[in-house]
């Protein structure tokens, strides 16, 4: 069992945003991983009472592109940090025509197209396989739609993200494809980090804000990064004023998540105890420490 005041808070800040506004008895924190580098140190602090460790997924000058992130150095420091739940915050375009730039979704399900990332904490020597059916935190959701609603912010629960490799863009081809499979946005960066945050058995909500139309949609300018950074700025004060909203409901939890998230490693792995090397154990001391 959890109490409320063990209950930490993991923000993870893509595109445009790159800190919290009004944190208090802040400080920068570096932390080593076994599994490399993560994105940037990060920064821990309280807002109303409630812990919350930022970190910005492509570096605070944003110089990491989307394939050369480290989602698993980047999740597992968050891990060793203290975090129990993550809000994961990304920039997005539209395979939907009523989701419109400005638009926020809480993404519930993920195709992931990605190809050339490490996408698992069991790749060597110890096999686990966890559960993605539901990708990501229903319980974190409700919490994220009623501050979303409570601070009249367009803002959708459920949806579908299509996770790219990058860091092009699509072609036409591609992006009608996508909306033939039934997919509300596209991305590259919330695959393998959905995948990881439920290996390291943590609470994952993704809000994806839409900054421009996917190339699909005729007669509409072709997806550029000026006219998305326009977009970014607005999205990014939306989200902070958003953030503010919701921070304070986050520590309502007194127990393990009612989703299971916090439980999902509990019949996931599968390598015999007795062949379990114990270099690969230390390596996953954060992680999956608790059945290890």
Known sequence: MKDKSQVILGIIGGSGLYGIDG????SEISIESPFGKPSDCLTVGELAGQKIVFLARHGRNHTIPPSKLNSRANIDVLKRAGCTEII???????????LSPGTFIIVDQFIDRTFGRKKSFFDESIVAHVSMAEPTCRRLA????KAGQDVSIQLINGGTYIVMEGPQFSTKAESKLYRAWGCDVIGMTNMPEAKLAREAEM????????TDYD?????YEEVNVSTILEVLKSNAAAAKLLLKKLIPTIGSRN???EAGCHTALDAAIITRAESRCPAQIAKLDAVAGRVL
Not at 88 to 98: D, F, I, M
Not at 215 to 219: A, K, S
């Open 203 to 210: 609470c994952y909500s993704p809000i994806a804000m839409v």
């Open 215 to 219: 190339c699909w949609r005729e007669n």
């Open 23 to 26: 944190l208090e008895n802040v």
């Open 142 to 145: 409700k919490l994220i739609e």
């Open 88 to 98: 994961s915050l990304s920039a997005v375009g539209s395979l939907r025509e009523n």
């Open 255 to 257: 127990s393990n998540c």
